[in-house]
């Protein structure tokens, strides 16, 4: 194992530690909202991921509840910690979202930019184990879903 992966683990394993956004969803009055539960029978990883969105289309709060593997979790965490560092618009969340799924289909052969995702670059080795893919995209495709329901699309 080469330093980047050791790092990378790390990272994975302070995320499932300590996860950044596992909490009750606690939105602003007035905002648009929405929740959806995503779950990965290949491995029986499952989370609630609400967010709210304003009238300036920025995503205001993200929170989840999930139980699974490690990566599913860690996952999660790196999502939300994603979206309220870099103070996301709904277009923008999108996109990374599109970024980390590219990534994590390139089996290894992308080089993940990390301004785009920011820990989610740790997830880069996941894309070499298929089954494993569906656990590091769970909580990305439960907020794909809950901003097509706020008629967010691609
Ligand atoms: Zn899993």
């Known amino acids: ?29 007035g905002n648009k909202t929405a929740s959806h539960h995503e779950f990965n029978p290949s491995c ?8 709210a969105v304003d009238d300036a289309d920025m995503i ?10 490690s990566i599913s979790m860690a996952s999660a965490s790196a999502l939300s910690q994603l979206v309220t560092e870099d103070g996301l618009s709904a277009q923008q969340a999108l996109e990374r979202i599109a970024a980390f799924r590219e990534m994590l289909q390139s089996r290894g052969q992308i080089e993940p930019d ?35 329901k706020l008629g967010y699309t691609a």
Request: include cysteine.
């Open 114 to 148: 990390e301004e785009l995702l920011g820990d989610g670059v740790a997830f880069q080795g996941v894309s070499k184990f298929v089954m494993r893919v569906k656990c590091a995209m769970l909580a990305w495709v439960a907020l794909e879903a809950d901003l097509k």
């Open 60 to 69: 205001t709060e993200i929170a989840w509840q999930g139980d699974g593997c």
């Open 44 to 51: 029986g990883d499952e989370i609630t991921l609400s967010i």
């Open 1 to 29: 194992m080469n330093g980047l992966d050791s790092l990378y683990q790390q990272l994975i394993l302070d995320h499932a530690k300590r996860p950044v956004g596992k909490r009750d969803f606690t939105p602003q009055a």
